[in-house]
């Protein structure tokens, strides 16, 4: 089937209006007519060419919102009318231990939403800046929260998962001092999901205009990271520091703010390395360092269900499918509070 979508030809180019070819629903398969979909920064990059490897034509997009319009004749997880969401996911090998653990985001088949590996045409995935999207029923998520709350909902499955993740992973609860690094479209979701699940929230921001912004999104402080006597009053006290930044910087300044046996998890992804932390900042307090990427289906599953019930979404600003040019501009000067979501029907 034919639909619109935004996608560009060339990193050089434009996003702008084309026409893609969707496959027909096979037995295992969700139809998805898209609502909404989110604006990441990886769609950026990816479209224009500044990640290598860019299979052209780029449709990006995988922080979608829809609803079922047809299924499979073997699908029994999805019916016709069902509110849905598909993230970054669209297939793995599903028969590896990290599949088998519902860990598809580490499965070394993992197929991203958009230029992954498929026998569709073109020849690799198209994503969620379309009218439509064909998914596996396994990758597809089912939305429970209102519908006047489904264009929030979409960065939830990226922005919300790879914060969740590891939040849920290091225990984040009750009685436990949780540190937010860096206060934009991951942080913000992090602030939110860590105040939902009971912890203590710091926010760290090298900005003294977001501190009444982040209170606002649940901290229960904020903590600007160049006064060198704020950080301090914070010095070995945090079980989990998560990390949100997306550019080199002093891990040392915070890995110290870590009590004995705390971890700091990074999910932002630098273009360049962080400079190398001090190894005597780990081994003296048996400290560590670790990482996260998005989340496994299930997990996925679990946070769309724990912030359904608790009433968290991210806070957007709505696009139309021809402002996304603008949007990428202003997302690079950091101009959004603070994710865009493209509302697919102003294709």
Same mark, same amino acid.
């Given at each position: 089937?034919?639909?619109?979508?935004?996608?560009?030809?060339?990193?050089?180019?434009?996003?702008?209006?084309?026409?893609?070819?969707?496959?027909?629903?096979?037995?295992?398969?969700?139809?998805?007519?898209?609502?909404?979909?989110?604006?990441?920064?990886?769609?950026?990059?990816?479209?224009?060419?500044?990640?290598?490897?860019?299979? +052209?034509?780029?449709?990006?997009?995988?922080?979608?919102?829809?609803?079922?319009?047809?299924?499979?004749?073997?699908? @029994?997880?999805?019916?016709?009318?069902?509110?849905?969401? &598909?993230?970054?996911?669209?297939?793995?090998?599903?028969?590896?231990?990290?599949?088998?653990?519902?860990?598809e985001n580490y499965c070394d088949g993992m197929i991203g939403t958009y230029n992954g590996p498929t026998p569709d045409a073109p020849g690799h995935t198209l994503g969620g800046y379309s009218? !439509?999207? &064909?998914?596996?029923?396994?990758?597809?998520?089912? $939305? @429970?929260?209102?519908?006047?709350?489904?264009?929030? &909902?979409?960065?939830?499955?990226?922005?919300?998962?790879?914060?969740? /993740?590891?939040?849920?992973?290091?225990?984040?609860?009750?009685?436990?001092?949780?540190?937010?690094?860096?206060?934009?479209?991951?942080?913000?979701?992090?602030?939110?999901?860590?105040?939902?699940?009971?912890?203590?929230?710091?926010?760290?921001?090298? /900005?003294?205009?977001?501190?009444?912004?982040?209170?606002?999104?649940?901290?229960?402080?904020v903590v600007v990271s160049r006064n060198a006597a704020e950080m301090a009053v914070h010095a070995k006290s945090f079980d989990l520091i998560l990390n949100t930044v997306a550019a080199p910087?002093?891990?040392?300044?915070?890995?110290?703010?870590?009590?004995?046996?705390?971890?700091?998890?990074?999910?932002?992804?630098?273009?360049?390395?962080?400079?190398?932390?001090?190894?005597?900042?780990?081994?003296?307090?048996?400290? /560590?360092?670790?990482?996260?990427? $998005?989340?496994?289906?299930?997990?996925?599953? !679990?946070?769309?269900?724990?912030?359904?019930?608790?009433?968290?979404?991210?806070?957007?600003?709505?696009?139309?499918?021809?402002?996304?040019?603008?949007?990428? !501009?202003?997302?690079?000067?950091?101009?959004?509070? +603070?994710?865009?979501?493209?509302?697919?029907? @102003?294709?």
């Amino acid at each position: 089937m034919v639909v619109k979508a935004y996608g560009t030809p060339a990193g050089d180019a434009p996003l702008a209006p084309l026409n893609i070819t969707r496959r027909m629903p096979g037995a295992h398969d969700v139809q998805i007519g898209i609502l909404f979909c989110g604006i990441c920064h990886s769609d950026l990059h990816q479209a224009r060419g500044e990640w290598a490897g860019t299979l +052209y034509p780029c449709v990006p997009g995988h922080e979608i919102v829809g609803r079922v319009t047809s299924v499979g004749a073997h699908v @029994t997880s999805h019916r016709p009318g069902d509110l849905v969401g &598909v993230g970054c996911i669209v297939d793995s090998c599903r028969h590896c231990s990290e599949c088998n653990d519902g860990l598809e985001n580490y499965c070394d088949g993992m197929i991203g939403t958009y230029n992954g590996p498929t026998p569709d045409a073109p020849g690799h995935t198209l994503g969620g800046y379309s009218q !439509e999207v &064909v998914v596996h029923e396994r990758y597809v998520l089912k $939305i @429970t929260h209102p519908e006047d709350q489904l264009a929030a &909902v979409a960065p939830l499955l990226c922005a919300g998962i790879t914060t969740w /993740s590891p939040l849920r992973h290091w225990g984040t609860g009750p009685g436990k001092k949780v540190g937010v690094v860096g206060i934009g479209g991951l942080g913000h979701m992090g602030i939110k999901l860590a105040h939902a699940m009971g912890a203590h929230v710091v926010a760290f921001t090298t /900005s003294e205009s977001k501190r009444t912004d982040a209170l606002k999104l649940g901290a229960d402080q904020v903590v600007v990271s160049r006064n060198a006597a704020e950080m301090a009053v914070h010095a070995k006290s945090f079980d989990l520091i998560l990390n949100t930044v997306a550019a080199p910087h002093d891990l040392d300044a915070f890995l110290v703010l870590l009590k004995r046996d705390g971890t700091m998890t990074l999910v932002g992804a630098p273009a360049t390395p962080h400079p190398m932390p001090n190894v005597f900042n780990l081994i003296m307090r048996r400290r /560590s360092l670790a990482g996260s990427m $998005i989340g496994g289906i299930p997990e996925t599953q !679990e946070m769309l269900d724990f912030c359904a019930k608790h009433g968290v979404t991210s806070d957007i600003e709505m696009i139309r499918a021809d402002e996304i040019e603008t949007a990428y !501009e202003r997302m690079l000067k950091g101009d959004v509070k +603070y994710r865009f979501v493209m509302d697919i029907g @102003t294709m």
